[in-house]
């Protein structure tokens, strides 16, 4: 568990499927607020994990690549999907800039209740040792 998360095979599959169920339901314009909170989330995730220690250039792993991501996937999230989306073409309510807020919230909230108590599990380890 390099990255801190636990269990990480449970993480890794949620992180793989966010990824790519996520990228191809906003390629398509599915759901486009909701998933670009997902999206958002999981690039937030990626720079707090694995990115932010590197430094900002992306050629040294930072977080350039990853905020780029979150920053396209939270630009899209708060704005129309477009004609050509898959939400009109099936008439779906414009969710608009609420749902991605409430999403990016629940999503946060979740990632920080899962870190303390990852924090909190690694504090007991190191005094119990």
């Keep these: 568990t390099r990255m801190g998360m636990r269990p990480p095979v449970f993480w890794a599959y949620v992180s793989a499927f966010a990824e790519l169920a996520g990228g191809i339901a906003f ?8 998933v670009a909170a997902a999206l958002t989330i999981q690039m937030g995730v990626a720079i ?16 350039e690549f990853p905020f780029t991501l979150g920053a396209i996937a939270a630009i899209s999230g708060v704005a129309d999907p477009g004609p050509y989306s898959l ?5 779906l309510p414009t969710f608009g800039a609420g749902a991605y807020a409430v999403v990016l919230v629940i999503g946060v909230v979740a990632y920080l209740i899962g870190s303390r108590r990852i924090a909190a599990e690694a504090s007991k380890a190191s005094t119990a040792a």
């Design 27 to 34: 390629a398509l314009g599915f759901l486009v607020p909701l």
């Design 48 to 63: 707090a994990r694995a990115h932010w220690a590197k430094g900002f250039w992306n050629s040294k792993g930072g977080i």
């Design 87 to 91: 939400d009109r073409a099936l008439g």
